[in-house]
Nanobody, 122 residues
Framework: VQLQASGGGTVQAGGSLRLGCAAS????????VGWFRQAPGKEREFVST????????RYTDSVKGRFTVSRDNAKNMVYLQMNSLKPDDAAVYYC????????????????WGQGTQVTVSS
């Protein structure tokens, strides 16, 4: 499966953005999808993940209550709705896919899209 992330941009603190991850392939519904982010000088970190059906989601503690992950398998899309953005959320955001259930580690995923930049001004 090939992935392409989009929707990044510049927003003021407290604002919102919705990222999208478009996937190719007819078996997308058999993949769980994760969102990761990487700020300059830092390691890539887990943000959120969603199961193949969308029935199970996970979030890193720092985004719980502010971010929501969802998917539309009919459109081969996964979304990350980001609300109440903070300067610490600024990073390049990546989507990744893996066959099987949820993963929260970079090494769990072998299909990665290119990143999309999120900038949050204070």
């Amino acid at each position: 499966v090939q992935l392409q992330a989009s929707g990044g941009g510049t927003v003021q603190a407290g604002g919102s953005l919705r990222l999208g991850c478009a996937a190719s392939g007819r078996t997308f519904s058999s993949y769980s999808v994760g969102w990761f982010r990487q700020a300059p000088g830092k390691e890539r970190e887990f943000v959120s993940t969603i199961s193949q059906s969308g029935g199970t989601t996970r979030y890193t503690d720092s985004v719980k209550g502010r971010f929501t992950v969802s998917r539309d398998n009919a459109k081969n899309m996964v979304y990350l709705q980001m609300n109440s953005l903070k300067p610490d959320d600024a990073a390049v955001y990546y989507c990744a896919a893996r066959k099987g259930f949820l993963g929260s580690q970079v090494r769990d995923y072998d299909n990665w899209g290119q990143g999309t930049q999120v900038t949050v001004s204070s």
